[in-house]
DNA sequence: TCCTTAGTTCAAAAGTTATTGAACAATTGG
DNA sequence: CCAATTGTTCAATAACTTTTGAACTAAGGA
């Protein structure tokens, strides 16, 4: 880990909310949830955003406690903090993404790499 | 019911999350949702905000299709739309103002009005 | 070392949301 | 009818957020 993140008891419902209320960023999440455990890069997530502006949404979801960003190399990883977040707040991630799942409004997450290594 | 409220299925997930992002919304939900079924008019949140920005703030809610306005007299009733919210989102609403009371950042609920009638 | 890849930073512009006060409308009680 | 109560609307402003492009840094491979 190396860039600023809040600890678990500094993470606050308000600022997750409103970072989770931006499609953008939700898409982000929705795309790390569905790839749980594996660690991403930004290039990942280039279809959702320019890499300027994914900068910055990332920084937010950093910033918010909700992912966390490790520089390897010249990526960086980025995962889901859904430990923390379940600790902080038991139930919210799970039913955001449900939630995101059942409206037909978002689009269906992780689309653009229909079986890479088929 | 008179102004105008989304159906349960126009609700868009990342629309509610921003608005239950903003503070002061988030109060009035936790002090609707710790009175749920008794409806309540606009001057109870008198604390929260100006009776002008309460306006603004329970026009955003509404729209969003968290709460239900009902015009009554020269009152508006408002109320948690928690049925459509459950059925719309299921445990998104109930995590929300669980996470809400566990996060010490946030003011406690219903404090101004400690025992009126005793 | 030089080039490429991966991502950040900065400043500007564009867009959106929140807050305010004054004026307004509608209902109710005297 | 008059006045008070309840809340809305409007226009202005303030404050924030998002998006952009150009310039940059840092690591890794040839």
């Known amino acids: ?7 678990t008891d500094q993470i606050s419902l308000p600022i997750v ?4 209320g931006d499609p953008t960023r939700l898409a982000i999440v929705r795309y790390l949830a569905s790839k749980e455990g594996v660690p991403l890069n930004c290039s990942k997530f280039l279809d959702l955003a ?7 949404h990332l920084a937010k979801l950093r910033e918010a406690g909700v992912t966390r960003s490790e520089a390897v190399g010249t ?8 430990d923390d977040l379940d600790k ?3 139930g919210l991630l799970d039913s955001v993404i449900a939630a995101a799942g059942t409206d037909p409004a978002l689009p269906a997450v992780g689309v653009s790499e229909v079986e890479v290594s088929a």
């Open 75 to 82: 990526s960086r990883l980025i995962t889901l903090r859904r």
């Open 88 to 90: 902080r707040f038991p």
């Open 17 to 20: 909310l409103a970072v989770l």
């Open 50 to 56: 320019s890499k300027t502006n994914l900068s910055y």
């Open 1 to 7: 880990m190396s860039l600023p993140h809040p600890t």
